[in-house]
C-alpha cells in the first residue's frame, strides 16, 4: 500500500503520537462475554494489566512496604481496578446464574454446602481458568510476602461472587472457610452503593467494614480465623471470594 501510494503521489501522514488501540489476535480474542477484555490476560497481559490491576498493587508487593493489617493476620492489598470490580460484576450479573442460597448446591460434588451464600462460581461465568491465573500470577506472592515461610500453590476449587442484599441473604453466619487462607475482595462502593455488610474476626472481635474496592483482605482459613458476614442494611453487596490452597 505504502509503495502504491508514493509512487501515485498520495500525502500520507504517519505518528505513534496518538494511541489508536491497536491490533489483537482473532484467534484468541473471544467476542461471546459481555467484557471480552478481561479474557485477555495471557495474549494481552500488559494492556490486561492496565487496565485490571490496580498501580498500588506493585507497590503493595514491595519487600519493604508495609501492608496494612486491619485485624491480627488479616492483611489488605489493591489488586485490581475499579473497571475490573465492575466489569466483574456485571459478567456476573450477565450469567445470573445465582444460587438460591440454601443447602443443597447440585454445583457441588457431595450436592450440600454447609455454608451456603447466594452466589456464583467462576466456572458458571466460564472464568475459572483465568481466575486461577490471577491467584498464581498476582496473589500468591502476596500471600508468601505476608505469611513469611509458607510456599503458596494458589490452588483454589470454591472461587465464587457473592452477593448480600437485605431482602435475601443479608449476612452469613460463624464459620471456617475450608482453605489455607482465603481472599476476599470488595467489588462495589460501600455507603453508595450498599450500607452495613463486612467481615468480623470472632476471636479477635475485630470486623473490617466499609471495604475498599478492588482491595482484598487475606486471613488464614482454618482454626484461627473463625468469622462471619455483617448484615449488609441497604442496597447489593458482592465481595469475590476464593479459598485458596484447600
Ligand atoms: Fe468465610
Known amino acids: ?35 471480552n477484555d478481561m479474557w485477555q490476560m495471557k495474549a494481552n497481559r500488559k494492556d490486561w ?18 501492608n496494612e493489617m486491619p485485624c491480627p493476620d488479616v492483611f489488605w492489598f489493591p489488586i485490581f481496578t475499579p473497571r475490573f470490580c465492575k466489569e466483574l460484576v456485571e459478567l456476573a ?9 440454601s443447602n443443597n448446591d447440585p454445583r457441588l460434588a457431595g450436592g450440600y454446602e454447609n455454608v451456603p451464600t447466594v452466589d456464583i462460581h467462576m466456572n458458571q461465568m466460564d472464568f475459572e481458568q483465568e481466575w486461577l491465573w490471577i491467584l498464581r500470577h498476582y496473589v500468591k506472592p502476596l500471600a508468601e510476602k505476608v505469611f513469611l515461610g509458607y510456599d503458596s500453590d494458589a490452588r483454589a476449587i470454591m472461587n465464587f461472587i457473592v452477593r448480600y442484599r437485605p431482602t435475601e441473604q443479608s449476612f452469613l ?28 474476626f470472632i476471636r479477635y472481635n475485630c470486623s473490617v467494614v466499609n471495604t475498599r474496592v478492588g482491595w482484598s483482605l487475606m486471613h488464614p482459613g482454618r482454626l484461627t480465623h473463625y468469622h462471619e458476614g455483617l448484615q449488609t442494611t441497604k442496597g447489593t453487596r458482592y465481595i469475590m471470594v476464593s479459598f485458596v490452597d484447600p
Do not use: C, Q
Not at 485490571?52 to 506493585?58: D, G, K, M, T, V
Not at 450479573?93 to 442460597?101: A, E, F, K, R
Open 1 to 35: 500500500m505504502a509503495t502504491n501510494m508514493r509512487e501515485k503521489g498520495v500525502f500520507m501522514y504517519v505518528s505513534n503520537m496518538e494511541d489508536y488501540g491497536h491490533l489483537v489476535d482473532p484467534d484468541y480474542f473471544p467476542t461471546k462475554y459481555l467484557h
Open 49 to 66: 494489566e492496565n487496565r485490571y490491576i490496580s498501580p498500588e498493587y506493585w507497590k503493595a508487593l514491595s519487600p519493604t512496604e508495609l
Open 93 to 101: 450479573n450477565d450469567n445470573g446464574g445465582w444460587s438460591d442460597g
Open 173 to 200: 453466619r460463624p464459620h471456617h472457610d475450608s482453605s489455607t487462607y482465603t481472599i476476599n475482595v470488595g467489588l462495589n462502593r460501600p455507603l453508595i452503593d450498599y450500607e452495613g455488610g463486612g467481615a468480623r
